[in-house]
């Protein structure tokens, strides 16, 4: 995703709205039990991931750069701390989740296929449940591993229906102006891309 306006332009609120509506729709549509706490993670990493840089990290120039997702697991799996390395796996989960769900044409030209991005993410988050005392959290995370494959999808669906714009943040920006508007131009767009609002008509735009 490009770069956007700074995130204190963004209402949680909001963000969240729009995000759960994607999520909840694509889990409705493909069928898929999922417990709402580990529906509202999905949310939530959708919401943090909505700027790029949160999928780079800081090199010692303070330049973002891509961390291979090898090198990630090999870090958490030798911090020292079991806190470290439940925040350090979750982290590698969430990255491989989300690559893998919204960045699937580009992982089919890479040296890597899917079924890395499945198999490390899977790892990270059965690790991150290991390491965590909270029996909700141990729940989520390994509803996470086990259903890697599914929440892929769930992922892949949502990136297919934002592609008519430039991003997901971009079509956040549209939803955030409905809410705040009702434009009914901007609810056709978003009932184009597959999320319904209340509100909107057949009539002409607005």
Partial sequence: MGQGNPKSEITLDTADSFFFELVHGAVRNQNIKVQPETEFYIVKLLNRFIFSESLYSRNREGALEEQPLAFMMKEALEAEVSAEQKSLFQNVGDISLYKAGFFQERITRSLVDLDYYIGIGGAAYQNAAHRTDE?????????????FPNFVNILGEISEKTTFTKSEQDLFRLYDMW????????????KKAGIKVDGSSDDSDS
């Fill in 179 to 190: 809410s705040r508007t009702k434009s009914d131009r901007a609810a056709k767009a978003l």
């Fill in 135 to 147: 029996k909700s959290y141990r729940s989520l995370f390994l509803e996470l591993s086990d259903k």
